[in-house]
C-alpha cells in the first residue's frame, strides 16, 4: 500500500472539518473519490490528527498517553479481561495461539463445543436410572416352523422421521412423521410375509433413523439447516412406536432376533438411547439380543457368514472393508463369506473387494428440498437378505413404497404390540 504523507492528510483533514465533517462534502471539496477521503481519513486517525473525542466509527481507543508530572510520557491500555473458563458442558476444540520470534504468546484464542463425552455420559445415566424401572415386554410365543440354516436380514436406513417434503417442489413424493411410520411398519408387514421363515431374523437399521437430534432442526456436527415437520418428543414416540411394533412383527416369524442400530451423523445420540432403551425394555426375552456396542462398526456372525454394518458416514463402499476387517479381525478369520451394508448417499451401489461384498443401500424416505435441489436423486426401497449358514447370500426380495402401501392393514401384529 503506498504510503500518504502528513501533508496531504493534513490537507483532507483541515476540509473535512471546514465541511462539518461531511465525507461526501469533503470529497467534491478536494476533487476526490469518496472512497480516496474515507481512506485518507482512516489513515489520518491511525496517526492521531482526528484526535480521540468523538471516536471514529469502525474505531476504538486501544491506549491512551500523557505526561507524568516528571515529564515521561506513559502508556495506559486496556487491562486484560477475565481469566478464560470453559463453560459447564462444554470442552475444549481447539487452541490457536499468536506468537512472537521469540515464541511468547501474544494473543490466544480458545474454541469450545458442546462436550459430546459428557453429553453421552449423562445419557446413560439416565438411561441406566430407569431401566429398573422400565415395564417389560410380554413374551411372545415363537414361530411353530423355521429353517435352521436361514438368517433373514431387513435392511433399511435413512428413514429421516420428522424430514419433511413437498412432492410439488423435490418430485420425489410427500414425507412427514406419519407418512415415514406408516411406511415403515408397511414395508415391515409385506417384507415379513413375502421372507422364508428362516429361525433367525436381523433388524438391520443403519442410521439416521431420526431426521435431527435435538429440538433444533438441524445437523449435530454441522449445524445445516433441515426441512422438519413436528416437535422431537413427537419424533421419539414415533420412533419408539415402530421399534417396537417391528420387533414384535418379527418375534412372531422367526425364532431369534438380532437388533442394529447403527451410529449415524444425523441422529448419533438418538441411535444411543434408541439402543439403550430397547436393551433395557427386552432383557427378559431371551430370543432378542440389542448390540448395544457404542462403536461406528457392528458385527454378527451367522456360522460361516459375518455380516457387517455401519452408516456410511466415515467409510463409505470404496474403503469401508479393509476398516471392518482390521476392527473385527477374529469374526472375519473364522467366517468363508463377509458382506458389509451401509446407507448414508440414499442410493444403491454394490462392490465386490478381495475381502468381502460391500453394499450401499437406498431408503424408502423421499427425498428433501435440500437432496432434490442438490441433484442427489435416488430410487426409493428396502431390502430382505437372505444367507444360509454354509453357502453365504442365496436371495433377496425388494421392496418400493408402492408395492407395500397398506401392507399392515391386514396384519393385527401392530395392534397386539401396542396393547
Known sequence: M??????????????????????????????LARSTVQNQLRRAAERGMLGTEPVLPGYAIKSVSSRDKDGAW???????????????????????????????TL????????????????MRAAVDAFKEDLPRV????????????????????????????WNEETGGGDYDLAIGERLIID???????????????????????????????????HQHQLDGDTRYPKMVRAA???????????????????????????????EVWLREMFAAFLDTEPRVTVDTSPGTYSMIEHDDVSLFYHHGHRRGVANVDSVLVGRFRQAYGRTRYSYAH??????????????????????LAAPDAYAANGGWLSGRSAKVITYHKRHGEVGRIVLTPEMVLGASAANDNEVRAAA
Open 342 to 363: 451401509i446407507g448414508h448417499k440414499h442410493s444403491d451401489e454394490l462392490k465386490t473387494t478381495n475381502l468381502m461384498k460391500v453394499e450401499q443401500h437406498e431408503t
Open 107 to 122: 494473543a490466544r484464542w480458545d474454541i469450545v463445543e458442546q462436550d459430546k463425552a459428557a453429553q453421552l455420559s449423562a
Open 138 to 165: 410380554v413374551a411372545i410365543a415363537a414361530p411353530a416352523h423355521t429353517i435352521a440354516d436361514l438368517l433373514c436380514q431387513y435392511t433399511i436406513t435413512d428413514a429421516h422421521l420428522g424430514a419433511l417434503a
Open 240 to 270: 419408539i412406536r415402530i421399534v417396537r411394533t417391528v420387533i414384535a412383527m418379527l418375534l412372531e416369524k422367526h425364532e431369534r432376533i438380532d437388533v442394529i442400530m447403527s451410529d449415524a451423523n444425523h441422529d448419533p445420540a438418538g
Open 187 to 221: 414395508w415391515f408387514a409385506a417384507a415379513i410375509a413375502s421372507a422364508p421363515p428362516a429361525e433367525r431374523g436381523v433388524f438391520a437399521q443403519l442410521g439416521d433413523f431420526l431426521h435431527y437430534d435435538s429440538f433444533k432442526s438441524v445437523t449435530p456436527e
Open 2 to 31: 503506498t504510503q500518504i504523507d502528513n501533508e496531504t492528510l493534513a490537507r483532507t483533514v483541515a476540509a473535512y472539518e471546514a465541511n462539518d465533517r461531511n465525507q461526501r462534502a469533503t470529497s467534491l471539496a478536494l476533487g
Open 74 to 104: 506513559v502508556k495506559q491500555v486496556k487491562a486484560p479481561g477475565e481469566v478464560f473458563e470453559v463453560p459447564i458442558g462444554f470442552a475444549h476444540k481447539r487452541i490457536s495461539n499468536l506468537s512472537d520470534s521469540q515464541g511468547r
